[in-house]
């Protein structure tokens, strides 16, 4: 899944009366490495994810730490693993740290192994080490802390490892949340998604995921003459496919202003210049046409564009097998992003309207998102709270908003089930690099230190109340033993 990340920078100064001990940080952050690791090692890619074994490696920690859990099985080679600290009121709603155990199929050219860690040059390389190996070491080593420290939070904490993510959940939070809730069932949850936007020349902007697209799949199909490839037609099913691809290039849906995107907006205007702060003026408060052009300004921006519009994007292209023939039929997938609130359906119809006088291409949908939507989280609840307050201890002067990811996962299926859930995860700029579902796939150790202690800090104040661990505002190295 494509997202957009975060990562909190801080470090951890001693005082002079602790001068030589060991950094407190330490112990955890090698755990958490070491799960990170081994994790990496263990093959949970599609077609054929093996997440029981991964499964298992996690319930033989839970068992060093005398943590009870539960496996859910839904089919051969897949697993759901579930472990829970009791709180020690039962009126605070659970708090819920999910991740996945599968991964996307390992991308062609890598020069490092997808499936054995490799850490060099201070960077974890290796399949899942952004998309969703990290979550879940993270979590693994958060949770069996705490549970040595033999302090009961206010609240229960869940750990869950689901399968399926990269492949629509049906084995994993679909079925869980059909056939086993009654066992899980947590109020809030922190997943994947959100991001940080660095701001180098002023205040970093901490986007706490609050809400995704709808993900839909759109296939269009051109019909030509078949022949054989050394008798060229004029109505080659390629040429004419291009031909309708350029059509889907230059359709340009209208844009939209969501309650997510409304605040998002509102919240950023501050941090831009002058003629940036107007156009979000005129987008936020001018009539239909004002905000319209506004609109179609700020869509040049493509992380804007994804805020303010629906987006297709075209992928998977399939024509002839054979170099020495031309297929009659050549097809392309185009993957649709709709905001909330756009009609799946009404969306498709405009769509087709734009080929309504071509015979020779066709339309379909794959996949189709499941409606009704759930409403974003508003960032009126604890749990952003307590997000909040986390980021102003290691992050003073960020501003934290709620956004929507241009993404799409799990967290759809949270809110469906009522839980307030946000996304957050490792430092990364989401118009720059960004190695997920790509060869070598990596993470900085310094951005996975970061992101355990973000999530940490999160937990602390969330179901304890206080901050178990030192947080200190400073930028940090990744600590080893002082």
Same mark, same amino acid.
């Given at each position: 899944?494509?997202? %957009?990340?975060?990562?909190?920078?801080?470090?951890?100064?001693?005082?002079?009366?602790?001068?030589?001990?060991?950094?407190?940080?330490?112990?955890?952050?090698?755990?958490?490495?070491?799960?990170?690791? $081994?994790?990496?090692?263990?093959?949970?890619?599609?077609?054929?994810?093996?997440?029981? &074994?991964?499964?298992?490696?996690? +319930?033989? !920690?839970?068992?060093?730490?005398?943590?009870?859990?539960?496996?859910?099985?839904?089919?051969?080679?897949?697993?759901?693993?579930?472990?829970?600290?009791?709180?020690?009121?039962?009126?605070?709603?659970? #708090?819920?740290?999910?991740?996945? #155990?599968?991964?996307?199929?390992?991308?062609?050219?890598?020069?490092?192994?997808?499936?054995?860690?490799?850490?060099?040059?201070? @960077?974890?390389?290796?399949?899942?080490?952004?998309?969703?190996?990290?979550?879940?070491?993270? +979590?693994?080593?958060?949770? *069996?802390?705490?549970?040595?420290? $033999?302090?009961?939070?206010?609240?229960?904490?869940?750990?869950?490892?689901?399968?399926?993510?990269?492949?629509?959940?049906?084995?994993?939070?679909?079925?869980?949340?059909?056939? =086993?809730?009654?066992?899980?069932?947590?109020?809030?949850?922190?997943?994947?998604?959100?991001?940080?936007?660095?701001?180098?020349?002023?205040?970093?902007?901490?986007?706490?995921?609050?809400?995704?697209?709808?993900?839909?799949?759109?296939?269009?199909?051109?019909?030509?003459?078949?022949? =054989?490839?050394?008798?060229?037609?004029?109505? @080659?099913? %390629?040429?004419?496919?291009?031909?309708?691809?350029?059509?889907?290039?230059?359709? @340009?849906?209208?844009?939209?202003?969501?309650?997510?995107?409304? *605040?998002?907006?509102?919240?950023?205007?501050?941090?831009?210049?002058?003629?940036?702060?107007?156009?979000?003026?005129?987008?936020? &408060?001018?009539?239909?046409?004002?905000?319209?052009?506004?609109?179609?300004?700020?869509?040049?921006?493509?992380?804007?564009?994804?805020?303010?519009?629906?987006?297709?994007?075209?992928?998977?292209?399939?024509?002839?097998?054979?170099?020495?023939?031309?297929?009659? !039929?050549?097809?392309?997938?185009?993957?649709?992003?709709?905001?909330?609130?756009?009609?799946?359906?009404?969306?498709?119809? =405009?769509?087709?309207?734009?080929?309504?006088?071509?015979?020779?291409?066709?339309?379909?949908?794959? !996949?189709?998102?499941?409606?009704?939507?759930?409403?974003?989280?508003?960032?009126?609840?604890?749990?952003?709270?307590?997000?909040?307050?986390?980021?102003?201890?290691?992050?003073?002067?960020?501003?934290?908003?709620?956004?929507?990811?241009?993404?799409?996962?799990?967290?759809?299926? #949270?809110?469906?089930?009522?839980?307030?859930? +946000?996304? #957050?995860?490792?430092?990364?700029?989401?118009?720059?690099?960004?190695?997920?579902?790509?060869?070598?796939?990596?993470?900085?150790?310094?951005?996975?230190?970061?992101?355990?202690?973000?999530?940490?800090?999160?937990?602390?104040?969330?179901?304890?109340? !206080?901050?178990?661990?030192?947080?200190?505002?400073?930028?940090?190295?990744?600590?080893?033993?002082?």
């Amino acid at each position: 899944m494509k997202k %957009v990340y975060l990562a909190a920078l801080l470090c951890f100064c001693l005082s002079a009366a602790h001068a030589g001990e060991t950094n407190p940080w330490a112990a955890l952050n090698a755990e958490a490495k070491r799960h990170l690791v $081994n994790l990496i090692n263990i093959d949970t890619s599609l077609p054929e994810p093996d997440e029981l &074994s991964a499964a298992r490696y996690l +319930y033989k !920690e839970f068992n060093k730490h005398q943590i009870d859990w539960d496996i859910f099985i839904p089919s051969k080679g897949r697993a759901n693993l579930m472990a829970r600290i009791k709180g020690s009121d039962p009126e605070q709603k659970p #708090l819920l740290l999910i991740s996945h #155990l599968d991964t996307a199929p390992a991308a062609e050219g890598w020069s490092y192994p997808p499936f054995k860690a490799t850490v060099e040059k201070g @960077n974890i390389y290796g399949l899942g080490s952004t998309d969703a190996k990290n979550y879940t070491a993270a +979590y693994l080593a958060l949770f *069996t802390w705490l549970k040595d420290q $033999n302090i009961t939070p206010k609240r229960d904490i869940i750990f869950l490892a689901t399968s399926g993510e990269e492949s629509g959940s049906e084995t994993g939070l679909l079925w869980l949340g059909a056939a =086993h809730w009654d066992k899980i069932k947590p109020g809030f949850a922190l997943n994947e998604g959100g991001g940080i936007i660095k701001n180098k020349d002023g205040v970093d902007l901490i986007f706490a995921e609050a809400s995704t697209k709808m993900y839909m799949d759109i296939k269009i199909t051109a019909y030509g003459t078949g022949v =054989h490839s050394s008798m060229p037609v004029n109505d @080659n099913a %390629v040429y004419l496919l291009s031909q309708a691809l350029a059509k889907i290039a230059a359709y @340009n849906p209208p844009a939209k202003l969501t309650p997510t995107a409304r *605040t998002f907006f509102k919240t950023i205007a501050p941090l831009q210049d002058e003629d940036g702060q107007t156009t979000i003026d005129f987008l936020l &408060s001018g009539g239909p046409q004002t905000q319209s052009s506004a609109a179609e300004i700020m869509a040049l921006d493509p992380f804007f564009r994804s805020q303010l519009k629906d987006t297709l994007n075209p992928t998977v292209l399939s024509a002839s097998k054979d170099s020495g023939s031309a297929s009659g !039929e050549a097809s392309a997938v185009i993957n649709v992003r709709l905001l909330p609130g756009t009609d799946p359906d009404d969306f498709f119809e =405009h769509v087709k309207e734009i080929f309504k006088d071509e015979e020779n291409i066709s339309l379909e949908i794959l !996949e189709r998102p499941q409606t009704p939507f759930p409403a974003p989280m508003d960032g009126t609840d604890p749990l952003f709270a307590s997000i909040s307050k986390t980021a102003a201890k290691i992050l003073p002067g960020a501003i934290t908003v709620p956004g929507m990811s241009p993404a799409s996962g799990d967290n759809e299926f #949270l809110r469906k089930l009522g839980v307030i859930t +946000y996304g #957050l995860g490792p430092d990364m700029d989401p118009l720059g690099e960004n190695t997920t579902h790509t060869p070598d796939e990596f993470i900085s150790e310094q951005d996975f230190f970061n992101q355990l202690q973000f999530i940490s800090g999160i937990v602390f104040d969330f179901a304890y109340g !206080e901050d178990l661990l030192p947080l200190t505002p400073q930028e940090s190295t990744t600590p080893e033993t002082k």
